[in-house]
T-cell receptor, first 108, second 117 residues
């Protein structure tokens, strides 16, 4: 099955700093989603981005499907950005496969 | 537009008891998925439905786990004879599906946190 690797596993940032989270996957996909899991466990949709580039406020994402990776950029980080960021991929009828996540801590 | 809802949000049960969780998807979504998440891991797929048909159930963790979606709307996940290892967050998600080639965005509910004592 599809393998998903996220890096780094942990990241500590000062408020206001920028960061890049990476997601590598092992096979072609037609679904790639980025999620933020809040402290209560809710998975919040950030991007549905099987290819291309999207931006939403301070967040942006790029997926290069031919090279099997995706990047999530967080600019001017805030303490409310803390949590775990998951990348998940899928294709056709295969289920979403999640990476192990990047745990982000933003300190004031 | 309401999102995916799950009930209950928390469940504490004794080992050996049966538990049932409910998921109500986004109303126009015809696909419904169940996942399990243990501490420090990403969600792990269990099963999914398209309308009332259960299209994949080989990932259910054992024959103690079963799921239904009788009218193609809400779904239930039942765990029989619970074990301490079943303690986890159980997540439900829904999406649209048109055909079998393209996978559309999945939206997750808040989860049911199960603790087996």
């Amino acid at each position: 099955g599809i393998q998903v690797e996220q890096s780094p596993p942990d990241l500590i940032l000062q408020e206001g700093a920028n960061s890049t989270l990476r997601c590598n996957f092992s096979d072609s996909v037609n679904n790639l989603q980025w999620f933020h899991q809040n402290p209560w466990g809710q998975l919040i949709n950030l991007f549905y981005i099987p290819s291309g580039t999207k931006q939403n406020g301070r967040l942006s994402a790029t997926t290069v499907a031919t090279e099997r990776y995706s990047l999530l950029y967080i600019s001017s980080s805030q303490t409310t950005d803390s949590g775990v960021y998951f990348c998940a991929v899928g294709s056709g009828n295969t289920p979403l496969v999640f990476g192990k996540g990047t745990r982000l801590s933003v300190i004031a | 537009d309401t999102g995916v809802s799950q009930d209950p949000r928390h469940k504490i049960t004794k080992r050996g008891q049966n538990v049932t969780f409910r998921c109500d998807p986004i109303s126009e979504h015809n696909r419904l998925y169940w996942y399990r998440q243990t501490l420090g891991q990403g969600p792990e797929f269990l099963t999914y439905f398209q309308n009332e048909a259960q299209l994949e159930k080989s990932r259910l963790l054992s024959d103690r786990f079963s799921a239904e979606r009788p009218k193609g709307s809400f779904s239930t996940l039942e765990i029989q004879r619970t074990e301490q290892g079943d303690s986890a967050m159980y997540l439900c998600a829904s999406s649209l599906a048109r055909g079998h080639l393209v996978q559309y965005e999945q939206y997750f509910g808040p989860g049911t946190r199960l603790t087996v004592t």
